[in-house]
């Protein structure tokens, strides 16, 4: 089993920053990627960045140039720094990894960006 709770959300103007992280734990030791999705109102849940135990990323083209996503593997954590924040950047982000066929993910957390 493999626990991710994510920390960081909240209510942001249009062009604000917030910083997500996502610490892991229980069993760890064969993660390779962890990534943030992102789920808005009424839409389905999408792929915002992801990254690999070595450092590869990749990014939805929504969020390119704005989204950095970053990992400690000492710590066992994945960050995700989010700058010039829009509107439709609104949604439920939720931390996610796999070992195998199974899929872990976080409760998710909110981020709002409104004026």
């Not at 994510?6 to 962890?34: K, T, Y």
């Not at 960045?49 to 950095?68: E, H, L, M, P, Q």
């Not at 439709?88 to 899929?103: K, L, P, Q, S, W």
């Amino acid at each position: 089993q493999v626990q991710l709770v994510e920390s960081g959300g909240g209510l942001v103007q249009p062009g604000g920053s917030l910083r997500l992280s996502c610490a892991a734990s229980g069993s760890i030791a064969s993660i390779n990627a962890m990534g943030w999705y992102r789920q808005a109102p009424g839409k389905e849940r999408e792929l915002a960045a992801i990254i690999t135990r070595s450092g590869s990323t990749n990014y939805a083209d929504s969020v390119k140039g704005r989204f950095t996503i970053s990992r400690d593997n000492a710590k066992n954590t994945v960050s995700l720094q989010m700058n010039s924040l829009k509107p439709e950047d609104t949604a439920v982000y939720y931390c996610h990894t796999n070992r195998g066929f199974v899929d872990y993910w976080g409760k998710g957390t909110l981020v709002s960006v409104s004026s």
